[in-house]
Each structure stands twice: as structure tokens, then as C-alpha cells.
């Protein structure tokens, strides 16, 4: 994950920069433009074999040691101005997020109304039959799988505090379906564009959360898991207890 990567993405969706992501990225560029020329690394050893006085040797010396210094700290200050990009952008999600999510929710609209063709539907026999609008969005589920998740990668990577790891509750990732433990199951296939169909099929319900709501509903699903995992101890340790008493 980079500021590059981010702003290429972006960009690939169309969204304009923020003014606070524009200011940051300024300042990078600003940085990178001003990285420290290069100095000949033998300078000293010519410079001695040319019999130069020590008065010549010393400011040599001098200048690789300050040189050396000045392109580490460049290098720390370009890090730091890219993760100031990557942080501004997460910083602005509340104006970014509304276009991902309206981009995701037409990408999830198009792929239910390919999931409701049919599956024993072919391109040719929507073709055959007059049926242009379905006939073009059977060819097009490649591409709009893929729209789908370079809007979910660009949620999880750049406006998600601590990755997809930070939506998730016990292992439980609610952020693409509202039900993941039935999505494993039945939300399967070859290519992302037949597992979300597959899934949708099945009717599950394909979503775009926040991270926030993504969280809340993996935390709700994880507590319902825990509840009957309680309940069913309960159970078998009732059980064992009349066994033991009978």
C-alpha cells in the first residue's frame, strides 16, 4: 500500500481530491522534487591519489558526511509525506465513501439482475431470444465484479483503520456479505463475478457498509455466536449432569 497506489486509485474511480489530500499531495511532490543530487562516492579516494592537501581532504570529507546525512533525511521526509497523502485520504473518507459506495451499490444492483436471468441462460440464447439488456450484462459480469472489488479494495486498504482485519470481530467479516458464514458456503465459484453471483442466488444479501457498520454487524453475528455457543454448553452440560445423577 502506497500514496501512489491510492491516488491511482483514486483517480481509476473517478473521485476527485479532497482539498486537504490535494495540500498533501503537493507536499509530496514539493519533496520529491527536491531530492539531493548525487556525489561521486571516490571523490575523497581521487582526491587522494591526486595528492591533495588535508585542508582539501577534510572539506571533501565534510561534504560526503553531509550529503549522506541530507539523503537520509530526504528519504524520511518523502516517507513521511506519503503517509501524510495516505492519511488525508482516510481523513476525508466522509467525502469519499458516498461515491465508492454509490459506484459498489450499482455494480451489486447490476450483478442481482444478472443473478436473476438464470443460470441455464447463455450469452447466445439471450441473444437469440431479443434479450440485448440481459445479453450485455451476462458479458459484462467480469467487469462489474471487478468495479465492485476495486471499490471494496479501495474501503479495506485506504479508508479502513488497520486493514480488513480491523472490521472484523473473532474471525468474522461481515464487510462484503451480511451473512460471511453462509457466504463461505454458498457464495462460490471460479471467478469473483460467479461467487458473488452464486451468492446471490442463493439470496444472500451482497452489501457496501462503512467499516463502522461493517464492524457492527460482524460483531453482532459474533455475539450470536457466542450465545449459542453458551446455550449449547448448557445443554450437554445439563445432559451429563441427569446421566450422572440418574
Same mark, same amino acid.
Given at each position: ?25 503537493a507536499?509530496?511532490r ?14 575523497i ?5 591526486a ?5 582539501e ?16 533525511e ?17 481523513? #476525508?473518507? @466522509? +467525502? ?7 459506484? %459498489?451499490? $450499482? =455494480?451489486? !444492483? *447490476? ?11 447463455t450469452?447466445d ?9 440481459e445479453a ?58 460467479e ?14 457498509p462503512?467499516?463502522?457498520? #461493517?464492524? @457492527? +454487524? ?7 455466536? %457466542?450465545? $449459542? =455457543?453458551? !446455550? *449449547?454448553?448448557?445443554?450437554e ?10
Amino acid at each position: 500500500m502506497s500514496a501512489r497506489d491510492a491516488l491511482t486509485a483514486l483517480k481509476a474511480r473517478g473521485i476527485e481530491e479532497p482539498p486537504a489530500v490535494r495540500q498533501a499531495v503537493a507536499t509530496l511532490r514539493r519533496v520529491e522534487s527536491a531530492q539531493p543530487a548525487e556525489i561521486d562516492q571516490q571523490a575523497i579516494r581521487k582526491a587522494i591519489l591526486a595528492g591533495a592537501d588535508q585542508d582539501e581532504l577534510d572539506g571533501l570529507l565534510l561534504a560526503d558526511l553531509g550529503a549522506q546525512r541530507m539523503k537520509s533525511e530526504w528519504q524520511q521526509a518523502r516517507t513521511d509525506a506519503a503517509g501524510a497523502v495516505l492519511a488525508a485520504i482516510r481523513d #476525508a473518507s @466522509a +467525502a469519499i465513501f458516498p461515491v465508492l459506495r454509490e459506484q %459498489a451499490e $450499482e =455494480a451489486i !444492483a *447490476k450483478l442481482r439482475d444478472i443473478a436473476a436471468i438464470g443460470p441455464s441462460e447463455t450469452l447466445d440464447r439471450l441473444i437469440r431470444a431479443g434479450r440485448t439488456d440481459e445479453a450485455k450484462l451476462l458479458a459484462d459480469a467480469q467487469t462489474i465484479a471487478a468495479e465492485l472489488d476495486a471499490a471494496y479494495r479501495f474501503r479495506d486498504q485506504f479508508l479502513t483503520r488497520g486493514g480488513p482485519v480491523g472490521m472484523s470481530v473473532n474471525g468474522i467479516d461481515a464487510s462484503r456479505w451480511r451473512d460471511p458464514v453462509e457466504a463461505a458456503r454458498l457464495a462460490r465459484g471460479p471467478s469473483a463475478a460467479e461467487s458473488y453471483i452464486s451468492g446471490l442466488r442463493s439470496h444472500l444479501e451482497l452489501w457496501y457498509p462503512t467499516p463502522a457498520e #461493517a464492524k @457492527a +454487524a460482524a460483531q453482532l453475528l459474533a455475539d450470536a455466536a %457466542a450465545a $449459542e =455457543a453458551e !446455550a *449449547k454448553r448448557k445443554r450437554e452440560h445439563g445432559v451429563g449432569s441427569f446421566v450422572a445423577f440418574s
